[in-house]
Structure formats: C-alpha cells, structure tokens
T-cell receptor
Framework: AQSVTQPDIHITVSEGASLELRCNYS??????LFWYVQSPGQGLQLLLKYFSGDTLVQGIKGFEAEFKRSQSSFNLRKPSVHWSDAAEYFCAVGTPGGTSYGKLTFGQGTILTVHP | NAGVTQTPKFQVLKTGQSMTLQCAQD?????MYWYRQDPGMGLRLIYY???????DKGEVPNGYNVSRLNKREFSLRLESAAPSQTSVYFC??????????????FGPGTRLTVL
C-alpha cells in the first residue's frame, strides 16, 4: 500500500522569503502526486498535480513542485511567500488502478505560518 | 456550478444519537468519497463510491454507513455516535475515468462534536 510522509508539521517563514515543503512517498511504481491547500475553516483546494511527463509542474498561486523518482519526493516550492499563503498544505498520492483505484492517501499536513 | 456541497456545516450530538451527513456534487463525477480530518492525522478515507450503486470501505469505516443515492448524492450515516467520532468530515468527488485516479474536489466540511 502507498504511504505519504510530510516531515515538517509546522513551518514559519517571513513574507517574501522562499518556501519549500517536503513530501516523501512510498509506492512501488510511479504514483500520481497531488498538493492541496486548506485555509482555516475551508475545504481542500488543489494546487497542482503530477501524473507523468515533465517532472517540474506548475500550479496555481505561483507554486511549483518537482517529482524526483530517485528520492521518492515531491516537494512544493514558492520563490516568494505572501501573507495569504498561510494555511495547511497536504501532499497526497494516488495510484493508476488496482484495488486502490481512485483513492488518495494523504500526508499528515504541514502548517505554514507567514510573518510580516 | 456549486461544486461539492455538504450539509450541515456544524452539528453537536450526544453519545448514542444518530445523524446523516449529506453531500451532493453537480460536476457529473463518477466517484465520491467521505473523509474525516483529525489534528496531525491528515485526511483518512472512511468510505468511497466508484460509481452509482457501488460503495466500498476505506481506511476507517467502523461506526459509519453510506448510501450512494444517485450519481449526485452520497450520504454518510452515524448510527450511534461516539465521542471518538468528533471530527471534521469532508466529502469529495472526482471523475476517475479510464482507471486513473483524478483530481478530487472537496466540499467545505461538516464539523461534528459528539458529547
């Protein structure tokens, strides 16, 4: 079965600083990878996803993520953080088929605090 | 186009009471999901429905039942609520065509407290 680890429970950055949120997955083949963001009291919104092809994917709100097969990672980055980026971020892995068809496995989440 | 809607937004129950959480989507998606979110544990899948008329257990199904009423609606029922079911519940839907996991779209959530 697949699993996802987000090693950082809480990250604090200053506004304007760069950001990298870590995500490591465990899966026997190339998984489908997602990053979602959750603002306080809200549902989850998709930031970006990787299915195949170019390993650097662009998302909404200026975010990007890079799939690195050798490291089983899919880290999320943003060159300059805005105060409105403060939220909780979830990495998730899905599989192409089989018994886990359609199901996502989520990491524990990383809470991002942005200081002015 | 409302996306995924959930009712109610908030609910307080006493131990042993029952209730049904409602979810509807207007995107003509095949698959629908129920998750619970607890601090530090991410989202855990309770039940899912790959198509109308089918349902299957997820990671934490005990204490819950579901009904896929039609393609639009997927309800979650707590028959006898327990304090351990205090959580935020999210419904999601996705198209999932051709055997491929697709983007899931989430509702705003239901915050449930069981006393």
């Amino acid at each position: 079965a697949q699993s996802v680890t987000q090693p950082d429970i809480h990250i604090t950055v200053s506004e304007g600083a760069s950001l990298e949120l870590r995500c490591n997955y465990s899966y026997g083949a190339t998984p489908y990878l997602f990053w979602y963001v959750q603002s306080p009291g809200q549902g989850l919104q998709l930031l970006l996803k990787y299915f195949s092809g170019d390993t650097l994917v662009q998302g909404i709100k200026g975010f990007e993520a890079e799939f690195k097969r050798s490291q089983s990672s899919f880290n999320l980055r943003k060159p300059s953080v805005h105060w409105s980026d403060a939220a909780e971020y979830f990495c998730a892995v899905g599989t192409p088929g089989g018994t886990s068809y359609g199901k996502l496995t989520f990491g524990q989440g990383t809470i991002l605090t942005v200081h002015p | 186009n409302a996306g995924v809607t959930q009712t109610p937004k908030f609910q307080v129950l006493k131990t042993g009471q029952s209730m049904t959480l409602q979810c509807a989507q207007d995107m003509n998606h095949n698959s629908m999901y129920w998750y619970r979110q607890d601090p530090g544990m991410g989202l855990r899948l309770i039940y899912y429905s790959a198509s109308e008329g089918t349902t299957d257990k997820g990671e934490v199904p005990n204490g819950y039942n579901v009904s896929r009423l039609n393609k639009r609606e997927f309800s979650l029922r707590l028959e006898s609520a327990a304090p351990s079911q205090t959580s935020v519940y999210f419904c999601a839907s996705s198209e999932d065509r051709g055997g491929r996991t697709d983007t899931q779209y989430f509702g705003p959530g239901t915050r449930l407290t069981v006393l």
